[in-house]
């Protein structure tokens, strides 16, 4: 028994040994072999992405790490990509997820959607490997007091996005916007005192009448048989107006006083024809007509009730009210996407008492996925941001045809606003919100999208009446405000949600379409990936607009107001473009507007004339355009360009040219691609009618130049050579011009925004009609000119949704890791934007 004790012991003591031995032997076999190296690389690789992608790209397809001072490579070809475009990502596994099947496409047709990019970012996004499709998130979170029956309850944070009239977490606070006559002189307080027409118009939002506080519009007098009429005291909060009643505007303003005093400074109208027996007010039938400028009210009167603009329509479950989404009983969010827990799924309005909604409705994100279904990258995030920096500018807006892409007529038909050189602040956030790429859940997201309106801010909302100001009040001109509401809406983001501090803002998606909409970014939103219109890459620079209230180099500071000026420390040194990190996107609109374009079936032109641009010069503004239109405007003039080459510039057409903008560029050969007030849409214009781009405005990027072969189908003309332009031009040889026309035909969609599915939509009835209406051998035997017509394709392929997405697929490595600073500023220029935002972001709305 003894002896068996001993043996047994000794036993113990061996297996113990060989449990300490054995594993440290495989470990060292691990290492050996390289197997546990690639492995720590693979987890190296989602926490080394965030540093500058000048020393280091991050290959995560075939685990390949190069840095600065030489590779090293662990399996794979360790192939180095274009260092402007990133590494390519290709059946990554970002964020633990596996993907759910094959490749999306093999090689060979990847590089057939990505003819004409410069690198090789474009073709990881077509050959990736989807994921599972998982359901969206639930809320059960309540908010205070119901959101005080005007809010919408967000279910995941447990607080409200409150509508035109109140402000806080709870949409308790009352937030006033009367119908000021006059701007503010003192004080934080809009100005509210009584109407005196003797102190003159002031601002637009001067009323004589009712003005309606919520939104701050004028109304005929609820004394009125036509006029507004509130809901009385004691009704909940939130009711409707017992009568809507007519709008006035500042279109409709008396011109007298009661006492018979003239006043025409203040308003265009005789009283009598606003309330007088058969005024605008009082007669059923009024002799004078005021215009219908509100969304949502039309008719000949502006008393019938139309449809108003919402995002993505409220995703059907929800009543639009001139812009703010109010949420049906289980839904909610911005588009009203979101399901409360207990909530199940049902058809929206669309699918019953309102099909005209049905088009502009799609919501793939809010849908519980199929068994096996999958989703591709990038994975946007849509943040639920307070309606003030959105959805209440839309509220405010005086008139329906301003700030948005698309309004209803009077009979519910879909109008394309495509006037409105701004479109994609509402245009692009309405197709993220449709997109397959969208996603619900914050925690699987590769990117967050920042749904702010300042170019509807800037632009008609500041300065038609005292409010709202973002900090600053009337110290500064409405850029300066601007430049405020972004720092305010950087600030809400990182005290109420945790991501823009994940990975320092850089997997972050902000959208600028304002003039020099680029330049006047805040140095705390420099990290975010910026989408603009308006490429200029200088250090240092200064604004070149022709219109004081944009100049975002002038300085102005109040020792209460705005002690701390701006716009020096708030802005830093940055660029306004980045090429590494920022993307210019061109600018939205519906193919109505190139509805005559050779490229969209119509018979081509003969290209008879060299050289076109038709446009604003301003000559008595010399600093618009950077005087480039102005110079060549006189030069074309003065030397006689179009009698002696057939070039024509300025704002007229010669008097032997006698056809339509659109048929000019289609009959020309090459068209000029000129600044405006910043950008202009000259290069869409130019390459969306087959006409050779010839881009003259120094240090300007345009729209997807950064990432496109620019020079297959394009020319650049230093402004230091404008006077050579007819020689310059001449010079080139007819077959370059047929190959450089050859090269847009097979790129020219990129700059068409159809796979927003409402635009491919009108794009694929356009091409069924004229399939239908026309001859198509009498369209190919009418070929006079490169590019040939198209009239048969897929809307949504080669859009410029499409390059944007590869574009973002292509950078998600870039915006993981640690926070750095942003490219282009030295790390003080950084942390001095930081210590300025987290002052003026505390100075709340005015």
Known sequence: MADFKLAGSASARLRSILQVLVPLVLVFAIYQSGIWRVAKTKRRATTVLGRSEQSEAVQLDDLTVEQAGGARSYGGSGSREAATTGPRVKQQELAGDQPAGPPWMS????????????????????????????????????????????????????????????????????????????????????????????????????????????????????????????????????????????????????????????????????????????????????????????????????????????????????????????????????????????????????????????????????????????????????????????????????????????????????????????????????????????????????????????????????????????????????????????????????SHHPWWDRNGGRDHIILQTHDEGSCWLPAVLRPAVLLTHWGRTDIGHASNTGYGADNYTYEASHPVWSPEGCCKEKLGDYPCFNPEKDLVIPPMASPMKYSHSPLFGNPAKERSILGFFKGRTQQNNPMYSRGIRQKLENLCRDQDWWGKHRITLGEGMPEDLHMGYSEALASSKFCFVLPGDGWSARLEDAVLHGCVPVIIQDGVQLAFESVLDFESFAIRIPQKDMHNVPRILEAVPEDRIVEMQQALGKVWRRWIYTGYRPYGALAKQYLRDKGAGENKTVIKEAYKSYPHPENDYDPAEGDALETIFAWLHSRIPHTRGPATDAPGSGPSKQRQGKRSSRKEGSGGRR
């Open 107 to 494: 090689e060979e047709e990847a590089a057939q959607r990505c003819h004409g990019a410069k690198g090789d970012w474009c073709r990881g996004y077509f050959t990736q490997r989807p994921i599972p499709a998982t359901p969206p998130p639930r809320g059960d979170k309540s908010c205070l007091w119901g959101c005080n029956f005007v809010g919408v309850c967000d279910h995941m944070a447990g607080w409200c996005r409150c509508p035109a009239g109140w402000d806080g977490d709870d949409c308790i606070r009352r937030r006033r916007r009367p119908c000021s006559q006059l701007p503010r002189q003192h004080g934080f307080e809009p100005f509210d005192e009584p109407l005196d027409m003797s102190k003159g118009a002031g601002n637009n939002a001067r009323c004589a009448q009712l003005c309606d506080e919520d939104i701050g519009y004028c109304f005929c007098n609820s004394t009125w048989a036509h006029g507004h009429q509130l809901a009385p005291p004691d009704a909940r909060p939130g009711m409707p107006p017992v009568r809507r009643g007519r709008p006035l505007g500042f279109h409709c303003q008396p011109n007298k006083d009661d006492a018979g005093n003239s006043y025409p400074g203040f308003g265009p109208n005789d009283p009598a024809e606003l309330w007088g027996p058969e005024g605008w007010c009082t007669a059923d039938r009024p002799k004078y007509q005021c215009p219908c400028l509100l969304d949502g009210y039309g008719g000949p009167t502006c008393e019938d009730y139309l449809e108003s603009f919402c995002a993505n329509q409220c995703n059907g479950h929800g009543e639009c009210n001139m812009g703010f989404c109010e949420c049906h009983e289980g839904w909610w969010g911005h588009d009203c996407a979101y399901r409360t827990a207990n909530a199940t799924d049902s058809p929206g309005m669309e699918e019953g008492a309102r099909p005209w909604l049905k088009p502009l409705v799609h919501t793939p994100a809010a849908k519980d996925p199929e068994p096996g279904s999958s989703r591709k990258r990038p994975l946007i995030y849509i943040y639920e941001l307070p309606a003030m920096f959105n959805q209440v500018m839309l509220q405010y807006r005086p008139d329906r045809g301003t700030c948005v892409h698309r309004m209803f007529s009077e009979t519910n038909g879909t109008i394309w606003v495509d006037g409105w050189l701004y479109a994609a602040e509402t245009g692009l956030h309405e197709a993220l919100l449709q997109s397959e790429h969208r996603t619900l859940n914050p925690e699987e997201a590769d990117y967050f999208y920042i749904p702010i309106y300042s170019s509807c801010y800037l632009y008609p909302i500041h300065g038609f009446n005292d409010s709202p100001y973002f900090h600053g009040g009337r110290t500064g001109i409405r850029v300066h405000n601007t430049i405020n509401m972004l720092i305010e809406m950087h600030a809400w983001l990182r």
